[in-house]
């Protein structure tokens, strides 16, 4: 079994839509192993999307993910990392499959409810960045 990195964003917290949200997770048959609610310091937001800090939403972004609490998690499945991808939907809402996760909740393409992992390296990388070993279950 595989394991991906998860966070239901600020958008989602503060539309109270995280069990929504986790029933469709559950309903795609990944577990969710380990979770926990925290608010990212500006920082801890800077240093999760690092990769993007030359790009122009860069700013918007960290402002954003650290505005409000969200919900880090661990998810194990089958090929959880390309099927968290497929339940969350396209990043731009407006393109995501009917059904997705972003489809039904996310805003527009900056607040767009969750993330999740999009290789085996980075889950690593991000389950690792929130989560002691111990932590998960
Ligand atoms: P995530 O990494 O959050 O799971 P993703 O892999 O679908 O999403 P990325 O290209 O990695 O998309 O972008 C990371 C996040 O940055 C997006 O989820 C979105 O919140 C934000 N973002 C990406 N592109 C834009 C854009 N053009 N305008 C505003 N925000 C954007
Ligand atoms: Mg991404």
């Not at 069990?19 to 920082?43: D, F, P, S, W, Y």
């Not at 790009?55 to 390309?82: C, D, K, T, Y």
Request: glycine share 6%; hydrophobic share 40%; proline share 4%.
């Amino acid at each position: 079994l595989e394991r991906t990195f998860s966070i239901l964003k600020p958008d989602a917290t503060r539309r109270n839509l995280t069990g929504l949200i986790n029933a469709k997770i559950e309903a795609a048959g990944l577990r969710i192993v380990a979770q926990k609610r925290v608010h990212m310091t500006r920082a801890q937001a800077e240093t999760f999307y690092a990769v993007h800090k030359e790009r122009p939403f860069f700013g918007e972004l960290v402002e954003q993910m650290s505005a409000a609490p969200v919900v880090v998690q661990v998810l194990e499945g089958e090929n959880a990392i390309l099927r968290y991808r497929e339940v969350m939907g396209a990043t731009n809402p407006e393109k995501a499959d009917a059904g997705t996760i972003r489809k039904e909740y996310a805003l527009n393409m900056g607040e767009n409810s969750v993330h999740g992992s999009d290789a085996p390296e980075t889950a690593a990388q991000e389950i690792a960045q929130w989560f002691a070993g111990n932590e998960i279950v």
